[in-house]
């Protein structure tokens, strides 16, 4: 077994138990030592940044198990797994309340903007006027773009604060029972980026939802109206948003996830007070790795128990 990424140590242990396991998380920059390791491998346990295509797998031949350290998978072929009949365990809602507190966090600090005052007051201002402004997440309109488990659990964050909850999600039936149950309301995505003023974003990243937020559907948001994408970042198009914010066309957004990551130096993304950039760790707490490590290394485990 060969494990490319980063994986709590107690997993990696039980993992030995019924394997021999060859764990070095540097392998993902490693390409061709990774190959090397993969050649004898009957199981492979990635994040999101080895890329298990037709280039890995080829070189893969024995391979029967692919484990993700998270729940996306768009770097991953699957159909090209399903084709060689390998198997792969995504960690389902391990990460969902690390994504959603994060989610909760970010609007708190756009709405409220205090944040931005920390180098005037050491500068000796005291910018209370200007910040005076702020607004509270009470009687506010989430709008979840998305209402998969992590959705359905922001949503709850959320309830608990005082918001409203609007939904937008085609595989979830008008008369599903989750409507309400969550006290979401569902609606078109044109009707939920108007109305909301927080947008969340929780769906995968595929032909149909590349750029689903661009210019045009940025432009249908509320003026004062704040984005956060913990998704993928192939969702949003970012140069919309960027002039968006520098338009004063919306108050603020968070983007955890891009386009092309890592971020490179010299990218077009500017430093500006109401644009929140984190690398991709919405889903990464302490917790949330033992609890994705865990699941992973009892799904593969027993995987592999399975074909002894």
Request: hydrophobic share 45%.
């Amino acid at each position: 077994m060969v494990i490319s990424e980063f994986m709590d140590e107690p997993a990696v242990e039980r993992l030995r138990q019924v394997a021999q396991v060859d764990y070095r998380p540097d392998l993902v920059d490693a390409r061709e030592q990774l190959g090397h390791a993969l050649s004898q491998a009957t199981a492979l346990i990635v994040r999101n940044r080895t890329q298990v295509n037709q280039e890995l797998l080829a070189q893969a031949p024995q391979l029967k198990v692919v484990g993700r350290l998270g729940v996306g998978l768009d770097n991953i072929d699957m159909a090209l797994c399903k084709e060689k009949g390998i198997t792969v365990y995504p960690a389902t809602g391990a990460n969902a309340q690390a994504v959603a507190e994060y989610v909760i966090a970010t609007m708190f600090v756009l709405l409220r903007g205090a944040y931005q005052a920390s180098a005037q007051i050491i500068a000796g201002q005291w910018p209370r006027n200007a910040l005076g402004n702020g607004l509270e997440v009470s009687g506010r309109t989430l709008g979840l773009v998305g209402f998969g488990g992590i959705g359905q659990l922001t949503a709850s964050l959320a309830r608990g604060l005082g918001m409203k909850i609007v939904a937008h999600d085609p595989m979830i039936a008008p008369d599903n029972p989750v409507w309400g149950d969550s006290k979401a309301t569902p609606m078109s995505l044109g009707s939920l980026l108007q109305e909301s003023d927080v947008v969340s974003l929780h769906v995968p990243l595929t032909d149909d939802t590349r750029h689903l937020i661009d210019a045009e559907r940025v432009a249908l948001m509320k003026p004062q109206g704040i984005l956060i994408n913990t998704a993928r970042g192939g969702i949003v198009d970012e140069h919309a948003v960027v002039a968006a914010l520098q338009g004063g066309k919306l108050r603020g957004a968070a983007l955890d996830v891009f386009e092309d990551e890592p971020v490179k130096a010299g990218n077009s993304l500017p430093d500006i007070p109401n644009l929140i950039l984190t690398p991709h760790i919405a889903g990464l707490t302490e917790e949330a790795n033992k609890r994705v490590s865990g699941v992973i290394a009892e799904k593969v485990a027993t995987h592999l128990m399975g074909l002894a």
